[in-house]
């Protein structure tokens, strides 16, 4: 099972998931033993598999650092806040959180677009 950390120490995931807000932007930044690297990309799979089904899902992309890193970042658009919270816990979910390598860490957190000007629109 992963161990699940916060990533940032203020603001923690079960805080964000009692807002209502949306749409919003998971980014979930994993760090893994590089010899678990296949473990962890097969429990992500079965993960986004589940999410992909649960209404308010909109999309998903994992990433990995580059030059033998082991560190991957998943960032999923979800509708509403709502619905994010009501697939992160269903118990389906909950269960498939078992099947990721003991080494891995994941540090979940949701977003929202914003605007800055001359470089971002919301």
């Known amino acids: 099972m992963a161990g699940i950390e ?4 203020i603001v923690t995931l079960a805080d964000q998931m ?7 932007v998971l980014i979930n930044l994993f760090t ?6 296949e473990a962890l990309l097969k429990a992500w799979a079965h993960d986004a598999d589940f999410m992909k089904s649960q209404p308010g ?7 990995q650092g ?4 082991s560190t991957f970042v998943n960032y999923a658009i979800w509708q ?5 919270r009501a697939a992160f816990t269903h118990p389906e979910f909950q269960r498939r959180i078992a099947d990721y390598p003991e080494s ?17 629109v919301a």
Do not use: M, W
């Not at 509403?80 to 994010?84: A, I, W």
């Open 104 to 120: 891995a860490v994941a540090r979940p957190h949701l977003l929202r677009k914003i605007a800055v000007e001359n470089h971002c």
């Open 6 to 9: 916060e990533l940032d120490r």
């Open 57 to 63: 899902y909109i999309s998903t992309q994992l990433h």
């Open 80 to 84: 509403d806040v709502k619905s994010f």
């Open 66 to 69: 580059i030059a033998g890193s």
């Open 32 to 37: 893994v033993d590089a010899n678990d690297e």
């Open 18 to 24: 009692q807002v209502d807000e949306g749409p919003v």
